[in-house]
C-alpha cells in the first residue's frame, strides 16, 4: 500500500479502458452490420467494396483491442505512460475519424492519452531501510554504527525564556527545567 499518492495514471486508464471497450463494442456492432451490407455489396457484382467493407470493420475491432491493451499497460507499465499516452491518442484521433466508440469513446480514449502523456509519478518515500526512513524531513541522519547513539549537539544559546533548563543527553536539545522528557526527542531527561 502506497502513502504517497497513485502509482500510475489511474484517470487516463479509466477513461482509456472506457474508450477503448466502447470502441471495441462500437466496431463489433459495425461490423456485424458492414458483414450483411458486403454481403449484398457482393451479391449486386461489387466484391471489392464488399471486400473494402469487411477490412474496414477488422481494422475497427483491432483498434479497440489495441487501446484496451495500452490502457491495460498504463496500470501495470506505468514509467512508460508517456509512450502508451502518445500511441493511445493516435489510435483514438484515428478512430475518431471512422465514429468509433460512438465518438464517446474515441473523446474518452483521447483524453485518456492526453492525461497519460502528462502524469508524473508522485514522490516516493523511502523504503524501509534506507536511511532517514521514519525520521521527520530536516533531521540528521542516523549514525552508521550499530547501538551508537545520534551525535550530541553542543548546548548553545538558551532559547528565550528557558534560562537555566536541562540538556537532553540524547540529542542536545534545551529543554524547561522541570522537564521529565525531552520536547524534541522525547527521550527521559536525567534528573
Do not use: D, H
Not at 22 to 30: A, C, E, N, R, V
Amino acid at each position: 500500500m502506497q502513502a504517497y499518492g497513485e502509482t500510475y495514471p489511474r484517470t487516463a486508464y479509466l477513461l482509456s479502458l472506457i474508450g477503448g471497450i466502447l470502441i471495441l463494442f462500437f466496431s463489433i456492432i459495425y461490423a456485424a452490420l458492414l458483414a450483411v451490407i458486403a454481403s449484398f455489396v457482393g451479391a449486386l457484382g461489387y466484391g471489392f467494396a464488399s471486400g473494402l467493407l469487411i477490412a474496414l470493420a477488422i481494422v475497427a475491432l483491432l483498434f479497440g483491442v489495441i487501446i484496451l491493451y495500452f490502457a491495460l499497460r498504463l496500470k501495470s507499465n506505468p514509467q512508460n505512460a508517456r509512450t502508451y499516452g502518445v500511441l493511445i491518442l493516435v489510435l483514438a484521433l484515428i478512430s475518431f475519424l471512422g465514429g468509433g466508440g460512438f465518438y464517446i469513446g474515441a473523446i474518452l480514449a483521447l483524453i485518456g492519452g492526453i492525461l497519460a502523456i502528462v502524469w508524473t509519478p508522485p514522490a516516493m518515500a523511502p523504503a524501509y531501510g534506507q536511511p532517514m526512513m521514519g525520521q521527520p524531513m530536516g533531521a540528521q541522519p542516523m549514525p552508521a554504527t550499530p547501538g551508537a547513539g545520534p551525535p550530541v549537539a553542543a548546548p548553545g544559546t538558551p532559547p528565550p525564556g528557558v534560562a537555566g533548563g536541562k540538556f537532553c543527553s540524547y540529542c542536545g536539545t534545551q529543554n524547561a527545567p522541570g522537564a521529565r522528557f525531552c520536547a524534541k526527542c522525547g527521550a527521559a531527561m536525567p534528573a
